[in-house]
């Protein structure tokens, strides 16, 4: 194990509340729908225009926004998120994580973000982590989302390794199978029946340690 692929909703930090909070406040504002709590889990992993897209599906609105209107209430999302993650500090870091990626560097071994969130890197910065990775994969480069492997080539990519030297973590079922389609290793964080297509699941963050991934990528 070279390197390791980080997700960031969900490993690093728990951002799919302030992603729902926002969502739900533009589908009230603008749509006039209440989005249904399912969305906070199934919006995970999915790229802002393809949720967008989700919602205005659910709404029963999509052929009624152009192309141009739909990145124009996507960007006001944006923005409402932006104000709730603003506030997040390093005590908003998941539990486990800080010890994870001290044991991983100082065993060499490279750090690499996959994340599908444009702000990935504000995100980092105001948990103080950002200068801990080697790289933060920038999701505006790659042509698919997940579940298609393209975030995860990328992040290996931006390290010098193949995704075969490297073992990704995942809390969503898109992400997994990103990470398996991209060639790593997948470690999966939370149930271990929505993510069976993980090569080893972890029920959650304080259980990813530098042994836990070691195992999983020499199994
Ligand atoms: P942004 P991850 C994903 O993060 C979120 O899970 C997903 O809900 C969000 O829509 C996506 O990032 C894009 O985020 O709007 O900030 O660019 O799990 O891939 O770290
Ligand atoms: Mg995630």
Redesign the pocket.
Known sequence: MQGVLF????VITD??RF?FKAWSRLAKEKLNVTLPASFESD??????ID?MNRILKFAGMKNEYTAEEVNELAQTK?EL?LNEISKLTQADILPGIENLLDELAANHVKLSVA??????PFILEKLGLKQQFDAIAN?AKVKHG?PAPDIFIEAANQIHLTPQQCVGIED?KA?VEAIKAAGAVAVGVGDANELHEADSVVGNTSELTYSVLKQAFEK
């Open positions: 997700d960031l909703d969900g951002t799919a992603h919006l995970k992993g999915i790229s802002r949720s944006n998120y994340s599908a969130s444009k702000n990935a999701p997940k969503a992400g």
